[in-house]
């Protein structure tokens, strides 16, 4: 029985903030212990493992994501918020992609994201495989427009830690990329320049592709295949 004064709940939130900070790789129980101000050794009585400590870490972040009312939204609402709200905290923590394919992740935050989730979707009218697959496409959307943000992080981070200057490199990347696309007229048009706010060329991609994804699952509901027959 621990008797040093932690929580699991402390040393769960004391792993999230080091490991937005440094990322899987750099989460270690020495660092946990001093970030805390405790011996290794104190934490394992909590947490058992650094594996089983990402797990608890990966859950906690589920809880960030709200659960809209299905009373008081239609389900293109309460699906649109949902997806939103993960993609942000996917890009609040974007060590959380590694986890996921490195780690068996589960737990009650989990697992209430995701009840939910299947509650948005058995309300549009998916049933039983079809609402597996719609949920599926959708959260491998989010996911896959969280890389980039992500990349980019653990780029910064990386080049920073072997002591390079993180924006002279990545400038020279974007040049060079530049120059290997002067011979495809269709990608060299639509590089931003060296001056363009990269976010701004790239804002509301996230929200055009979900609207269409949802578009398309409409679709596909039983009643809308009827009409359309």
Known sequence: MPRDGLTTDQIVRAAIDLLDA?????????????????????????????????????????????????EANDWRAAATEMATDLHAMVTRHPWLLQALATHLVYGPGKARHDDHLFAVYERAGFVGEQADR??????VFVLGNAVGPAATVALNRRLRRDGGDAEQVLGEAVARATDLAASYPRLSARLPSPTDDVNAVFAGTFEFGLAALLDGLQARLPDQETAAS
């Open 134 to 139: 719609a949920v599926g496409a959708v959260f």
């Open 22 to 70: 440094d990322g899987l790789d750099g989460l270690t129980m020495r660092g946990l212990g001093q970030r805390l101000g405790c011996a290794a050794t104190a934490v394992y009585w909590h947490v058992e493992n650094k594996d089983n400590l990402v797990r608890l870490a990966v859950d906690e972040l589920w809880r960030e994501v709200r659960l809209p009312d299905l």
